[in-house]
């Protein structure tokens, strides 16, 4: 099975991207986790204003088959979050890169991105 990895953003081995421009970073996770986690039916996400460090748990997502926390990929403070997918937690499976995104961060420090995974390096990964 292939999946998609875009090549406008960063990955973490935990399966989350960073797609960053100007000073923040949009956050989700990869369709390699969506299609391992399985139909998503519930996902905590902290509230605007709060702080995540890299590496750091920010949130978890429920789905039919287990419980899967969430790690930062890169420090900030959480200017935005994707109040959709608290109604509608299926968008995180259907588009996971675009209307499943979660959270939007205020980088804290933008060399942080330089630890993360290419796309290629994240695609060896999950091969």
Do not use: C
Request: glycine content about 8%.
């Amino acid at each position: 099975m292939t999946f998609d990895i875009p090549d406008d953003r960063k990955y973490q081995e935990s399966h989350e991207w960073a797609r960053s421009a100007d000073g923040t970073a949009k956050i989700g996770i990869t369709d390699f986790a969506q299609d391992e986690l399985g139909d998503i039916v519930f996902v905590e996400l902290p509230a605007v204003g709060d702080d995540v460090s890299q590496g750091a748990e920010f949130g978890v997502v429920e789905s039919i088959k287990a419980v899967s926390d969430l790690y930062a990929p890169v420090s900030g403070t959480v200017t935005a979050v994707n109040e959709q997918v608290f109604d509608a937690p299926e968008l995180v499976n259907d588009d996971p890169y675009g209307e499943g995104w979660m959270l939007e961060l205020e980088l804290a420090d933008e060399s942080e991105l330089d630890s993360l995974l290419t796309p290629e390096a994240y695609a060896d990964q999950i091969a």
